[in-house]
């Protein structure tokens, strides 16, 4: 019997407790336990029973909650089964979740036996196939959907000796015993675990890792700072209408003024990158798309005049999302700022002719110019002379 | 001598003067010097033309002085409260040739004059023996005092000067002689009364004696003194022809001058000299002043006339018992009314219950605002609806409108015999907090309590009930967002214990 065989219950299956105690709470919210990871046998186990499990009430349970997260996403989507690319994603998160463990950094563990099991985690997580279609992307975004908004409640106590730091655990009753005596103060904060694993170069890899593994949960957060939008890597799944249509509803609820900076942002960078004219030509496309929706959808046709003032307020209290309006006049000129067909319906001309107007006041004509380079370098295309004309 | 008194000068050679707020040498009193009684009395009533004694009276002195030349002249010292009272009283004591001066005690200075506008100062107190020592840019005199003028003293012994012409200025005005004194002599009383009686003059009367003198052979005066209202012009003429009467005007409260004189002095300025409690009558023809001791009592005049009373005129009075007045008991009827009168706004309508599914159809028909105004209540006879501002949107049931304030008949009825408003809701026992209903053919009216009513279309309508639903099952309810929260559970001592990268062999 091997060392890890030992330390393994034998007779007792590993999934349920695992289901119950990490991945129901990762799904559908609530008290993630975390307390150690797993290596190669531990996932050969759980992938074996997920295999074999049949009608597991814990099962069901995070069927539906995924289900329940696809559905904000695509129209009536079946129950996700919990396959080996659930049970990685979920391993990773567990592996870069330990990272942040008080026992991650005790005597006893070794920096080179972490940064072993990083390279392992992020070698499954390589291995899994790039996602193709919305189910799948969806899929696999219901695992992780929670990544982002994923914190941990931290405790310090202090008293008359000291004061002792716990990290996502309860103090001891022994600790705030005699409050009045010991001189006895708590002090409770949340932390975010992005936030702390961008501080930890072997979570970092592994949060990089799970956001290549699931595009789409990468796609609905762009008002992060970092890892920043890596839209060369995106933008292909962009191209697919469901996903477009998904992610702009995402970034239309955050709002135009939060989303506009990151995005123009994520775009020049894609710009500057050489071979990613496809690329380029779809993340414009979606951009202007975006600005075309902030526009149009709305209870009531759009007026002209309130448009603009709308505009002019966004443009000047929202300093990124200036370079959006400029973008959207820029795209213009590359035959990527609107269908083709808008201009047919006179109703919806006037408002975008507005806008554009609007968008030329507020940005001014030599930033649209310098964007527009931009766009050309990004899409290769030359820029025509004869549109100025 | 006498030097110039410089601005913010603080040191002076006076005796008992200083500055006041204008830089004006001011002593505590000013004295002003008069060289015989005419000039005394003169600048007296040209005080009270001006202004009230009151400012001098508090303590106001009139000594009669003797210069070392034996001259007699008379210094009038009061009280200097301020340079602005002392500035007045010298400006009219020069009037009447009079010198004014400032200081205190003994010494007093010359007060100030445009050579100098802030006063003069000695430059040496003079060491003459005598009661006073003036010192004037001319002279510097001393004075000794030979006797005091009380200044009552002056006002009573001032002879009252004749007016010319008829009853003189003070009663050309008819109010100058609402009231009038008629001073009579005691035997002409009952004449004087009954002729005013029989003349309709209001008029009050009372006999005063004047008090016992110290003289052995004179002994107390009476008068007769009646007061009358309005006196006629013919009446006034008459009674100042009459000898042994005088007619009277009040001066303030307590004094009376007789008409056709007029004291030398203002003797409305004089108030503080007389006494409150008693009355002063200045009589001119006899050049007198008659002291009452105090207000007589007035009586009214008639009471005073006697018409000759017997006691065996009649009998003694009949005892009479009380009863209570018999009581008449009139039945109000109501009746139709032709009079045009009769016919009011229809303000009410009793609608049968036979026509309530009527009411309720043309409630749908009217509109909101009209039925805001309506307000009904239910009663054994039907629905009785009020509209305060007319129910012309109800042609149903029998109209009804108002013979008095909440108190309705039917339309076109009437009470026989007419009452008044006031009288009905006498009858009726009130309308406060009710509604009095008259109904043809009932035996008699109806109380409805305010809080029968309500507002029509509400209570027109049917109530609805509104049946509670369930969530149907097929709609899954949205996604709780439900955050999730990282739990760092106990570790084992070696977490990494077991961990491998490759699977069990």
């Not at chain 1, 391993?91 to 330990?98: E, G, I, K, P």
Request: aromatic share 8%.
């Amino acid at each position: 019997m091997s060392r890890e065989q030992k330390r393994l219950p034998a007779g007792e299956p590993l999934l349920p407790t695992w289901l119950h105690e990490f991945v129901l709470p990762l799904v559908a919210g609530g008290d993630v336990r975390v307390s150690r990871v797993f290596g190669a046998v531990e996932l050969r186990r759980l992938e074996d029973e997920a295999f074999t499990m049949e009608s597991d009430e814990r099962a069901l349970a995070l069927a539906e909650a995924r289900q329940e997260v696809m559905a904000e996403l695509l129209i009536d989507p079946a129950p996700p089964a919990l396959d080996d690319e659930a049970i990685r994603l979920a391993l990773a998160v567990q592996t870069m979740l330990f990272f942040g463990h008080p026992a991650a950094t005790a005597a006893t563990v070794r920096k080179s036996r972490l940064r072993e099991v990083a390279a392992w985690t992020q070698e499954q997580l390589a291995a899994l196939m790039p996602a193709e279609g919305p189910t799948q992307l969806a899929a696999r975004h219901s695992i992780l959907h929670h990544l982002f908004d994923l914190g941990r409640d931290d405790v310090r106590v202090s008293f008359w000796a000291g004061r002792r730091e716990f990290r996502g655990q309860e103090p001891p009753a022994r600790l705030l015993a005699w409050q009045r005596v010991r001189r006895v103060r708590e002090e409770r904060w949340r932390t975010s675990i992005v936030g702390e694993a961008l501080g930890d170069p072997l979570a970092r890899g592994l949060l990089d890792a799970l956001l290549v593994a699931s595009p789409l949960t990468d796609l609905l957060s762009p008002t992060r700072t970092e890892p920043p939008l890596d839209l060369a890597r995106l933008a292909p799944h962009l191209a697919n209408a469901a996903i477009a249509r998904a992610v702009c509803d995402r970034w239309l609820t955050l709002g135009l003024g939060e989303v506009g900076g990151p995005l123009v942002g994520a775009l020049f960078r894609l710009y500057d990158q050489r071979g990613q004219r496809a690329a380029a030509r779809t993340a414009t496309a979606l951009a202007c798309h975006l600005v075309l929706l902030w526009l149009f959808a709305r209870p009531t046709a759009p007026d002209p005049v309130r448009v603009a003032s709308e505009m002019q307020v966004l443009g000047a209290t929202r300093p990124g999302l200036r370079d959006l309006f400029g973008l959207f006049v820029a795209a213009q000129r590359f035959d990527l700022g609107a269908p083709p067909d808008l201009a047919r319906d006179a109703r919806l001309r006037a408002p975008l002719d507005a806008c554009l107007k609007a968008c030329r006041q507020i940005v001014g004509p030599e930033r649209i110019t310098e964007i527009e380079g931009a766009i050309a370098r990004g899409v290769d295309a030359p820029l025509k002379l004869a549109a100025q004309a | 001598m006498l030097e110039h008194v410089a601005l913010n000068q603080t040191r002076f050679n006076t005796p008992g003067v200083a500055p006041d707020n204008r830089g004006v040498l001011l002593g505590k009193q000013a004295a002003l010097l008069f060289s015989s009684v005419d000039r005394l009395v003169g600048f007296f009533r040209v005080w009270c033309e001006e202004s009230s004694m009151d400012d001098l009276l508090a303590k106001l002195k009139i000594h009669q002085v003797r210069s070392p030349l034996e001259t007699r002249e008379h210094l009038v010292i009061f009280h200097a409260t301020t340079s602005y009272l002392v500035d007045r009283a010298a400006r009219m004591a020069a009037m009447f040739g009079g010198l004014t001066f400032t200081g205190s005690g003994k010494h007093f200075v010359k007060y100030r004059d445009n050579a100098s506008p802030l006063g003069y100062d000695v430059t040496q107190l003079a060491a003459d023996a005598g009661d006073f020592a003036l010192y004037h840019d001319t002279f510097s005199q001393s004075y000794t005092r030979v006797k005091d003028v009380p200044f009552d003293q002056l006002v009573f012994r001032l002879s009252l000067r004749h007016l010319p012409g008829g009853l003189g200025p003070e009663l050309s005005e008819r109010a100058d002689r609402e009231v009038l004194w008629l001073i009579v002599r005691p035997g002409l009383l009952r004449s004087v009364l009954t002729y005013l009686w029989r003349n309709r003059v209001r008029a009050e009367a009372a006999v005063a004696s004047t008090g016992a003198t110290a003289g052995t052979f004179t002994g107390a005066r009476e008068l007769g003194l009646i007061r009358v209202h309005d006196l006629p012009d013919r009446m006034l003429d008459l009674f100042r022809q009459v000898p042994g009467v005088e007619v009277h005007r009040p001066v303030g409260d307590n004094c009376t001058v007789q008409v056709g004189f007029r004291h030398p002095l203002r003797l409305e300025a004089c108030a503080a000299v007389f006494d409150k409690d008693k009355l002063y009558v200045f009589s001119g023809e006899r050049d007198a002043v008659d002291v009452l001791a105090s207000m007589p009592p007035l009586v009214p005049a008639h009471d005073l006339i006697g018409s000759g009373f017997d006691l065996g005129e009649r009998p003694e009075p009949r005892p009479l018992t009380a009863a209570a007045p018999e009581q008449i008991q009139i039945s109000l009827k109501l009746v139709p009314s032709t009079a045009e009168s009769a016919h009011r706004r229809v303000t009410a309508t009793l609608i049968p219950w036979s026509q309530a599914a009527w009411l309720k159809r043309l409630i749908y028909a009217l509109p909101p605002t009209l039925l805001a105004t309506y307000r009904v209540a239910a009663i054994a006879e039907g629905l009785f609806v009020i509209g305060e501002q007319g129910v012309d949107g109800l042609p149903l049931g029998a109209l009804y409108q108002e013979a008095a304030p909440s108190i309705y008949v039917p339309l076109g009825h009437e009470f026989l015999p007419r009452v008044s408003q006031a009288v009905l809701t006498d009858q009726v026992g009130g309308t406060s907090g009710r509604y009095i209903l008259f109904v043809l053919g009932g035996e008699g009216p109806l109380a409805l309590e305010h809080a029968l009513f309500e507002p029509l279309g509400r209570r027109a309508l049917a109530r609805l009930t509104a049946e509670p639903r369930e969530r149907d099952p097929r709609l899954e309810p949205a996604r709780a967002a439900t955050p999730a929260t990282v739990v760092n559970e106990e570790a084992p001592a070696f977490p990494l214990w077991g961990f491998t990268t490759k699977e069990s062999t």
